[in-house]
């Protein structure tokens, strides 16, 4: 693909002091039309007159969107460039691939774990669940460091309001006189959103979730992974049952 042919940046956002979301649309987007919620591609940035290597994110966008969306936490050279990129700079994207969160609007009951950036593939879901209007039951869990981390915590606010959703961030860095009491809600409606902090585990599910017959779906780092497998089967969930984002290059069907 050449330099003209690429698609190209239209907008870039600061989301939080480390992360950030590009959008981009432009030709040869109709091999995106048909993507699905917390799919992922690779992309290819065009700067100093060639193209970087491919680096791959979820698209972050519901797939009713017409511009793809990634949102990208700073973790190295590419990533921490990321927030200077200008509009108009060329962009390869190659995708969308993945299966993961495949069958999750055919479920009554969904319970989502993230950690940090993890929760992108979530985004895409529950901004596809809007549009769709589903009528799924959702529990999302969102572990971060510090509340300021928590950077679509206004916009998942705003979604416990269109859909069946409760949210529960889960802080570990956040000092004991600055901890809310738990289940704080900004909207006056309790279990909306809820507060705990300290390290997700068995204990915290145990307080909100009210059933195993939900579909669980978890997405962050691979340690943060294995911790919550770990705790989700010491509260009873087989750890085979959870669907896990690997970023396996496999394409839908």
Not at 220 to 247: H, I, R, T, W, Y
């Amino acid at each position: 693909m050449t330099e003209a042919e690429a698609l190209k940046i239209v907008k870039v956002e600061k989301e939080s002091h480390d992360t950030t979301s590009i959008y981009f649309s432009g030709p040869d987007m109709a091999r995106f039309k048909n993507r699905q919620p917390g799919q992922f591609a690779t992309i290819r940035i065009f700067r100093d007159g060639e193209w970087s290597e491919p680096h791959p994110f979820t698209l972050s966008c519901a797939p009713e969107d017409e511009t793809l969306r990634m949102t990208i936490k700073k973790s190295g050279a590419f990533t921490s460039a990321i927030p200077d990129i200008a509009p108009g700079t060329p962009i390869q994207c190659s995708g969308p691939f993945g299966q993961f969160c495949r069958d999750i609007g055919t479920n009554q009951h969904v319970v989502m774990i993230a950690g940090g950036v993890g929760i992108t593939p979530f985004l895409s879901v529950l901004r596809h669940f809007k549009a769709i209007k589903a009528p799924s039951s959702i529990l999302l869990f969102w572990a971060n460091k510090t509340p300021e981390d928590a950077f679509a915590a206004l916009e998942l606010e705003e979604l416990t309001k269109e859909l069946s959703l409760h949210v529960v961030h889960v802080f570990s860095r956040v000092a004991p006189e600055d901890q809310h009491p738990a289940a704080l809600h900004a909207d006056g409606r309790p279990g909306r959103i809820s507060h705990e902090f300290g390290r997700l585990d068995q204990s915290i599910f145990r307080r909100y979730i009210p059933s195993m017959d939900a579909s669980f779906y978890l997405c962050g780092p691979p340690p943060m992974q294995q911790a919550v497998l770990d705790e989700l089967k010491q509260f009873g969930v087989d750890p085979g049952s959870v669907e896990k984002e690997a970023f396996v290059f496999s394409a839908k069907p």
